[in-house]
């Protein structure tokens, strides 16, 4: 498929923007609303002393990751994506790599038109379809439960990151070999030195952008790329 | 003041409102997309492809997290980890803000949180403790983007070089996450021969595009492959540990 080139913001987008800022700064207020509701229906509000050592526990980390996934992502998802994506959660394990999935697959690039439209369709599917498969599962728990907490199942879903992962490396790294090389070397070493630090993947993330633009820059400069 | 319980019809209706409206915006991006989609002239197939196989990638990840608020409910009820893993939150940050809150309240994560004031307070940790990305998006998108079509403008094919090494940062970290466990012998290595098979299967599927010409198969090769390759670690686990 052909992509124009997306060298100015164009009325669609404006209208992206538009919308996804009020939809944005409504579902924040909708998440606010949960904790907000509980505590107005139950008069229950949180004990000053542990809300702040709970989010110490989480909010250093989290705060950081979220704010690296929302600079390393937003250019790959396109605005729609991005608006979409950062409500609905589950980035780097869903709604990333279905972005480039069907951008791949239709023909499109990230940062055009074409890409645009795709990875917000592809977005808006996964978003729908990860809400409607957790809304029947909760309905129909006591039926569903038993199935899936059966032990010869759990490898299945221990797999879900490899095995996405495995599929679409072949088909990034087949397709850029050179680039490929510098940032899986330093991170297959670095997680075999440091296993613990799988449990924060997503701070390595622009980690492996960098070395990945470095190495980029050198071959783009030497007219290798 | 009514009598509190993390599975009251109160929380399954705040869910719903919860729920609702992520499926709205949803629907209305989607909406928004499609027609700008056939204004751009893309074919409809193209479309209608995109939407479904985006939807078929999308089950078993979701089957997932379904099993994330399974975990999380023997502790919270039903409707907060429903409401959490449907909004923002992932298992792998869900889980230790719940942990790192009740540990701060002194309560254990194996039973039902019977405390209004204690759940309330895990509720506003959750919620508030992952709000950044979303912020950054919501008074940022607009300047990141301007900063990438100004790389694109100045020189378009850096630009699609930029996006694509991206991508690899992030294809290469989460590669190099599946060899953390090596050390541990055969075992380990379960990740890696999973991935390997994965990538096995798209490289099947590339042929059989490319050489019997299945198009209608590009895009449905990765929801498939991934499938294939979760399929495939049950044996591989039997075999390697």
């Known amino acids: ?225 | 003041m009514e009598s509190f319980s993390p599975n009251s019809t109160f929380l399954y209706l705040v869910a719903g409102v919860v729920i609702v409206y992520v499926l709205a915006q949803s629907a209305f991006f989607l909406y928004k997309a499609l027609r700008q989609g056939r204004a751009l002239g893309i074919a409809r197939s193209t479309l209608r492809k995109t939407f479904w196989s985006s939807a078929l990638f999308s089950i078993m990840p979701a089957v997932s997290f379904l099993i994330g608020v399974i975990s999380l409910s023997a502790f919270l009820g039903l409707p907060l980890p429903w409401i959490r893993l449907s909004v923002i939150g992932a298992i792998t940050y869900e889980l230790p803000a719940a942990e790192s809150t009740a540990r701060a309240l002194q309560v254990p994560t194996n039973t039902l949180v019977a405390d209004a004031g204690n759940f309330a307070t895990i509720a506003w940790v959750m919620t508030l403790g992952i709000l950044s990305g979303l912020l950054v998006i919501l008074f940022g998108l607009r300047r990141i983007q301007s900063g990438l079509l100004s790389i694109k403008s100045k020189d378009e094919r850096w630009g699609e070089i930029f996006v694509s090494a991206l991508f690899m940062g992030m294809i290469a970290a989460f590669v190099g996450m599946l060899f953390a466990d090596i050390r541990q012998g055969l075992s380990g290595w379960v990740p890696v021969a999973v991935a390997l098979a994965s990538a096995l299967l798209m490289a099947v599927c590339g042929l059989l595009i490319k050489k019997l010409k299945w198009t209608w198969l590009e895009q449905y090769a990765l929801p498939l492959c991934m499938l294939g390759g979760m399929a495939l670690s049950l044996p591989l686990t039997a075999w390697m540990k």
């Open chain 1, 1 to 225: 498929m052909k992509n124009r080139p997306q060298s100015a913001v164009t009325p669609y987008l404006e209208q992206v923007h538009t919308w996804g800022r009020i939809s944005m700064a409504i579902g924040l207020l909708v998440m606010l609303m949960v904790p907000a509701s509980i505590s107005l229906r139950y008069g229950a509000w949180p004990q000053m002393g542990p809300l702040l050592k709970g989010l110490l526990g989480v909010a250093p980390i989290f705060w950081t990751v979220g704010i690296i996934e929302a600079f390393t992502f937003a250019p790959m998802l396109g605005s729609g994506g991005s608006y979409l994506s950062f409500i609905t959660g589950n980035l780097t394990s869903l709604k990333v790599p279905c972005a480039l999935n069907a951008m791949e697959a239709a023909g499109v690039k990230a940062s055009t038109p074409e890409g645009e439209v795709i990875s917000t369709i592809a977005v808006a599917a996964s978003s729908m379809t990860t809400t409607l498969v957790l809304t029947v599962g909760v309905l129909l728990l006591g039926q569903i439960r038993p199935v899936l907490e059966r032990p010869e199942l759990a490898p299945v879903f221990a797999n879900i990151l490899p095995a996405l992962f495995g599929a679409m490396g072949a088909v990034y790294i087949s397709k850029n070999p050179r680039l490929a090389v510098a940032p899986l070397v330093f991170m297959v070493a670095l997680f075999i030195a440091v296993p613990s630090l799988s449990s924060s993947v997503g701070i390595l993330v622009p980690v492996g952008a960098l070395i990945t633009l470095a190495v980029a820059r050198v071959l783009y400069k030497q007219g290798k790329l």
